[in-house]
């Protein structure tokens, strides 16, 4: 099992940029696929950017697609995520998420595959 705890959420305006982590405890990093997601009020929970095991493959959904950046150190069992531009429908409660796999280059971004879930951190935009 891996234990996951979000940080770096906030209030901020639009235009400006937060950093996210998420801390990783219990079964090696490496050996997991991570993602992020977001649920806004009244919203489904939805995909916002894949990293694989390696960090050498990464995906993102098209409302942040160069804007934010995924990256993962595994030596240190974080994961991360950095916002910029953001924008008022960005806010939303973050998660960071873990999937176990055998493969080292795989991303996933259907949230019903991933086994392990962060508690959330909020992420508010004003205008």
């Known amino acids: 099992q891996v234990q996951l705890v979000e940080s770096g959420g906030g209030l901020v305006q639009a235009g400006g940029s937060l950093r996210l982590s998420c801390a990783a405890s219990?079964?090696?990093?490496?050996?997991?696929?991570m993602g992020w997601f977001r649920q806004a009020p009244g919203k489904e929970r939805e995909f916002v950017a894949a990293?694989?095991?390696?960090?050498?493959?990464?995906d993102y959904s098209d409302s942040v697609k160069g804007r934010f950046t995924i990256s993962r150190d595994n030596a240190k069992s974080t994961l991360s995520l950095q916002m910029n531009s953001l924008k008022p429908e960005d806010t939303a409660v973050y998660y960071c998420?873990?999937?176990?796999?055998?493969?080292?280059?795989?991303?996933?971004?259907?949230?019903?595959?991933?086994?392990?879930w962060g508690q959330g951190t909020q992420v508010t935009v004003s205008s």
């Open positions: 998420a873990a999937v176990l796999t055998l493969y080292y280059m795989s991303v996933e971004s259907n949230p019903r595959l991933y086994d392990y």
């Open positions: 219990g079964r090696t990093l490496s050996t997991y696929a």
């Open positions: 990293i694989s095991r390696s960090g050498r493959s990464t």
